[in-house]
C-alpha cells in the first residue's frame, strides 16, 4: 500500500497547477492571434491603419508587400485581398481591407476609452468622424492630384505648379472642418484626423510645401498630429523612403524635359 | 422636427440614402437641390455642405454630409430590432459593410468615368466608351462577391447593396447590359423587388436615360 504524506501532495497539486498554468499560457503565447497588418511603409493609407493600431497600443505583426515586384498581384496576396490593395488587415480568421474600414474596425473592436474615443461610438459624434473618412478621400485626392505623385514616379511628369489651387481648396475644407476645434473633428483627436492630416502632410514632405500664411488654424493641427508620441515611429521611414524617390524622379524628369 | 434630406433624384449616392431612409422606415422631408442648375454651389447649400455635394442630411441640430457617412449615421441612431442588421453592430460584421462601402465607391467612380454624365449634360462631349475595361473589372469583383453570399456584404441586406445597386443602376443610362455577370444581374433583381425601390429610384433613373438619350441622340432636323 502506498502511504504519500498529505503536504506532498498538496505540494504536487500546487506544482501541477502552476505548470499547467504557465504550459497553457504558453501555448496561447505561441498561437496567440497576432494582428498582421500587410502594408507598403511609403504609402499613406497603409501608414493611416498602422497609426490606429500604434493608438491603440496592439500587438501586431507587419508584413510589407513589395509592389515594386508586384507582389499584391500575386495569387499569395490575392488570397488576403482580392481586389490586390494595400493595406489588408488579418485578425485570426477575419480579413479586412481599405484602410478607412480597417480604421474603423479596429476601433470598434479593441478601443476600450469610454471617453475622447479615437472612434466616437455616439451617432452624432461617429457621424462627423466617418463624414470626414469619406470627404478626406477626396480631399486626399486633390492633395495627390496636384502632386501627380504616380505620374512623377512611374512616369515622366513633372509638377503642374497651377494646380497648386487644388491643394489651397482642400486647406480650405480642412480649415472650414477644423473650425475654432483643435482637431478636425472636435476637441479630442480621432481617426478622421489621420486621414484628413496625411496628404498635407505628404505635400510637405514630397514637395516641401509650406504655405499656411491663409491658414495658421490648421498648420497647428497639423502639427499637433505630427506630435503625437506614435507618428514618427509609424511614419517616418516611409515618408522619407516616399519623398526621395519623388524628389529624386522629379529632379530626373525636370532634367529631361529641358 | 422631422429629418431633412437635401436629395438629387438623378443621383446614385443621394438614391442610396433614400433607400436607407425607406428601409428604416424613418420620415423624411426631401428637398430637391438641382444639379442641372448648379443650386449646390450656391451660397446657401455651401452652408449646409462645404463640399457642395449632394446629398446631406439634416437631423434637428446635426448635419451629416457624403452618402454613406449619412447612411451609416441613420442606421447608428435607428435602426432596432430587424433593421439592425442593416448595419449590423457585430464588429467583424460590421468591418464587412464598411469595407464594401469604401471599396464601393471605386467602382462608382469606374462608371461615373466611364458614363461621363458632367461631360454629357454640360459640355456636349461623349461617354468614355474607351474605359468600358474599368466598368468591367468593378463588375467581376461585384460578381466574385456574390460568388460567395446572397448579397454584397454577407448572407443580409445591408446598406452596402443600397449603394452598390443604384451605382450598378445607373449603367441603365446606356444600356450597359449585365449579361456577362448573371449573379449582379439576379441580385440587382433581388434588391429591384424591395417594395421601396421603385418608388426611390425610378423616376431619377428616367431623368437621366431621357437626358442622355436627347444629348446623345438628338432627333435629326428634316428640310426641304
Not at chain 1, 462627423?128 to 496636384?146: H, K, T
Not at chain 1, 512616369?155 to 505648379?161: L, N, T
Request: hydrophobic residues 40%.
Amino acid at each position: 500500500m502506498i502511504r504519500v504524506h498529505g503536504n506532498t501532495i498538496l505540494t504536487c497539486v500546487i506544482f501541477l497547477q502552476i505548470f499547467e498554468i504557465h504550459f497553457s499560457y504558453s501555448i496561447r503565447k505561441t498561437f496567440k492571434m497576432v494582428l498582421k497588418l500587410y502594408l507598403m511603409p511609403a504609402s499613406p493609407p497603409s501608414r493611416n491603419a498602422l497609426m490606429v493600431i500604434n493608438a491603440l497600443g496592439l500587438e501586431h505583426e507587419i508584413k510589407p508587400v513589395n509592389v515594386a515586384k508586384g507582389e499584391q498581384k500575386q495569387p499569395e496576396y490575392l488570397a488576403v485581398n482580392p481586389r490586390g490593395k494595400i493595406p489588408a488587415l488579418q485578425d485570426g480568421e477575419y480579413t479586412i481591407a481599405e484602410s478607412r474600414a480597417i480604421a474603423c474596425y479596429l476601433c470598434n473592436k479593441y478601443e476600450k476609452n469610454s471617453e475622447n474615443r479615437l472612434y466616437p461610438t455616439c451617432p452624432q459624434a461617429r457621424g462627423v468622424v466617418d463624414q470626414l473618412l469619406y470627404a478626406s478621400e477626396n480631399m486626399n485626392d486633390m492633395v495627390i492630384g496636384y502632386l501627380n505623385v504616380g505620374g512623377v514616379i512611374f512616369g515622366s511628369a513633372v509638377v503642374d505648379e497651377e494646380k497648386v489651387t487644388e491643394l489651397h481648396k482642400a486647406l480650405a475644407l480642412a480649415n472650414t472642418y477644423l473650425g475654432s476645434n483643435n482637431y478636425v473633428a472636435g476637441e479630442h483627436l480621432t481617426i478622421a484626423d489621420f486621414f484628413t492630416a496625411s496628404p498635407f502632410i505628404m505635400a510637405e514632405e514630397l514637395h516641401d510645401f509650406n504655405d499656411y500664411t491663409n491658414y495658421p488654424a490648421v498648420k497647428a493641427w497639423i502639427n499637433r498630429v505630427r506630435a503625437l508620441p506614435y507618428f514618427d515611429k509609424t511614419n517616418n521611414e516611409g515618408l522619407a523612403a516616399i519623398a526621395k524617390m519623388y524628389k529624386d524622379k522629379l529632379a530626373a524628369n525636370k532634367a529631361a524635359a529641358k | 422636427m422631422v429629418i431633412v434630406l437635401y436629395h438629387a433624384k438623378i443621383s446614385p449616392p443621394s438614391r442610396g440614402v433614400l433607400m436607407t431612409i425607406r428601409a428604416l422606415g424613418l420620415d423624411c422631408e426631401i428637398k430637391e437641390i438641382s444639379l442641372f442648375t448648379g443650386e449646390q454651389y450656391g451660397d446657401d447649400y455651401k452652408k449646409i455642405n462645404p463640399r457642395s455635394k449632394v446629398p446631406a442630411l439634416v437631423d434637428e441640430d446635426i448635419t451629416v454630409c457624403e452618402s454613406r457617412a449619412i447612411a451609416c449615421y441613420l442606421c447608428n441612431k435607428y435602426a432596432k430590432g430587424d433593421k439592425a442588421s442593416l448595419y449590423p453592430s457585430d464588429a467583424n460584421e460590421r468591418a464587412i459593410v464598411d469595407m464594401q462601402l469604401y471599396a464601393g465607391e471605386w467602382a462608382a467612380q469606374n462608371y461615373l468615368t466611364y458614363l461621363n454624365p458632367a461631360g454629357v449634360f454640360r459640355r456636349g462631349e461623349k461617354p468614355k466608351y474607351e474605359t468600358e475595361p474599368q466598368v468591367k473589372d468593378s463588375l467581376t469583383y461585384t460578381e466574385n462577391l456574390l460568388k460567395k453570399h446572397k448579397f454584397i456584404a454577407g448572407d443580409n441586406l445591408t446598406i452596402a447593396d443600397f449603394f452598390a445597386f443604384t451605382d450598378v443602376l445607373f449603367l441603365d443610362l446606356l444600356n450597359f447590359s449585365l449579361d456577362e455577370f448573371p449573379l449582379v444581374k439576379a441580385w440587382r433583381q433581388n434588391i429591384t423587388s424591395l417594395s421601396y425601390t421603385s418608388e426611390v429610384n425610378d423616376e431619377g433613373l428616367k431623368l437621366g436615360k431621357d437626358g442622355f438619350e436627347a444629348k446623345l441622340n438628338p432627333p435629326k432636323e428634316t428640310g426641304f
